[in-house]
Antibody, heavy 123, light 109 residues
């Protein structure tokens, strides 16, 4: 069965950096685009970033552009989210999710989600 | 930036039909996805590509799109359907920006 497991969250001081990881299993990882979605405490879902199955195309929400970097290592079935210059407003549960169709390369939404990793930005 | 608009809340009695709407300028051109999220849990896909239901999702869940409005329909809502519901789609400007609606709290009581 498809599983996604995030890690790397924690309590971080403002201005510091953090790298989140998400390992996928139960499917052919290299065939699927992957997304990061976050949810601040008590708030709705916010799309953060997507990387296409081939890793060549990456897109970001305006709110994180320039500070967040998405990447993937298909040999490790892992997608990463590098977060630099952390701010209080980045405090959220970060979910990774899989695009619902292989080789989507465009407009697919996520189907399977991990359980999320909590990032708390606080001094 | 592109936005999807949902009503904050919908309330129905058990057995009634719940309709949750999502409006966005690009919805005539881009697929809509729907997710439910219960407190403390990860979101679950209930409708993809406007009107398709993943395996394991009850038949009472359906979706439709007309013009700039997508609708999630829960026919004969059950108490266990009480959750937050989010729509998701893509900007049509070519920048591949994805977006969630603000969410709708469905109360069934």
């Amino acid at each position: 069965q498809v599983q996604l497991v995030e890690s790397g969250g924690g309590v971080v001081q403002p201005g510091r950096s953090l790298r989140l990881s998400c390992v996928g299993s139960g499917f052919t990882f290299m065939d699927y685009g992957m997304l990061w979605v976050r949810q601040a405490p008590g708030k709705g879902l916010e799309w953060v970033s997507v990387i296409w199955f081939n890793g060549n195309d990456k897109y970001y929400a305006d709110s994180v552009k320039g500070r967040f970097t998405i990447s993937r290592d298909n040999s490790k079935n892992t997608v990463y989210l590098q977060i630099n210059g952390l701010r209080a407003e980045d405090t959220a549960v970060y979910y990774c999710a899989r695009e619902h169709s292989p080789f989507c390369g465009g407009d697919c939404g996520p189907d399977y989600w991990g359980q999320g990793t909590l990032v708390t930005v606080s001094s | 930036s592109y936005e999807l608009t949902q009503s904050p809340s919908v309330s129905v009695s058990p057995g009634q039909t719940a309709r949750i709407t999502c409006s966005g300028d690009a919805l005539p051109y881009k697929y809509t996805y729907w997710y439910l999220q219960k407190s403390g849990q990860a979101p679950v896909l209930v409708i993809y590509e406007d009107n398709k239901r993943p395996s394991g999702i009850p038949e009472r869940f359906s979706g439709s799109t007309s013009g700039t409005v997508a609708t999630l329909i829960i026919s004969g809502a059950q108490v266990e359907d009480e959750a937050d519901y989010y729509c998701f789609s893509t900007d049509s400007s070519g920048n591949h920006t994805r977006v969630f609606g603000g969410g709708t709290k469905l109360t069934v009581l």
